[in-house]
């Protein structure tokens, strides 16, 4: 059974910096793309990022909102995906999922973990 | 950036009965779209993807239809689990998300 568990979340201050883990299991992490994705307080969803597994180049692509402050990685002997969120705001208090990608035609958003909540407020 | 406008945005019907859910997109998506459940205090689930292929395990009941600029969500006869809010979500240019419709019991 695919698991996704996400942790790291808390409150920090504007101008902070936090680092989200997503630890996998049930599936084979190596060749997998992984995503992330935020949902604020009441709100609907909206794509952080993606990265590709190394054999397929490893590329990330990031949503604008937090390209240049949030950076997307992984460890794939800890089956384990990170964010690096930097320079947050209040605006990026949210609740964040990490995904895997079920392909298609395209990539979408296959399995979910249950979210940890980041709260950016003063 | 494309966006894509659901309707309605709540719908209140009875179980048993048949919901229709609506997205439209701003500009033609061809088949790259996606459909999202989210139960209260839950995670979002994969339901439909190019827009009428059903993920693992969904039930048959899930519909997914359309093409282009104009998508339709059915659920042919709604059981009491299937009360939640639906997303859809388009990657065809980038990757974006409706505002969701709110299926609720009437």
């Known amino acids: 059974e695919v698991q996704l568990v996400e942790s790291g979340g808390g409150l920090v201050k504007p101008g902070g910096s936090l680092r989200l883990s997503c630890a996998a299991s049930?599936?084979?992490?190596?060749?997998?793309?992984m995503s992330w994705v935020r949902q604020a307080p009441g709100k609907g969803l909206e794509w952080v990022g993606r990265i590709k597994s190394k054999n397929d180049g490893g590329t990330i692509d990031y949503a604008a909102p937090v390209k240049g402050r949030f950076s997307i990685s992984r460890d794939d002997s800890k089956d384990t995906l990170y964010l690096q969120m930097d320079s947050l705001k209040t605006d990026d208090t949210a609740v964040y999922y990490c995904?895997?990608?079920?392909?298609?035609?395209?990539?979408?958003?296959?399995?979910w973990g249950q979210g940890t909540l980041v709260s950016v407020s003063s | 950036e494309i966006v894509l406008t659901q309707s309605p945005a709540t719908l209140s019907l009875s179980p048993g009965e048949r919901a229709t859910l609506s997205c439209r997109a701003s500009q033609s998506v061809s088949n790259y779209l996606a459909w999202y459940q989210q139960k209260p205090g839950q995670a979002p689930r994969l339901l439909i993807y190019?827009?009428?292929n059903r993920a693992t395990g969904v039930p048959a009941r899930f519909s997914g239809s359309g093409s282009g600029t104009d998508f339709t969500l059915t659920i042919s006869s709604l059981e009491p689990d299937d009360f939640a809010v639906y997303y859809c979500?388009?990657?065809?240019?980038?990757?974006?998300f409706g505002q969701g419709t709110k299926l609720e019991i009437k």
């Open positions: 995904t895997t990608v079920r392909w298609g035609s395209a990539w979408w958003l296959g399995h």
């Open positions: 979500q388009q990657r065809s240019n980038d990757n974006t």
């Open positions: 049930g599936f084979n992490f190596i060749p997998a793309w």
């Open positions: 190019d827009a009428s």
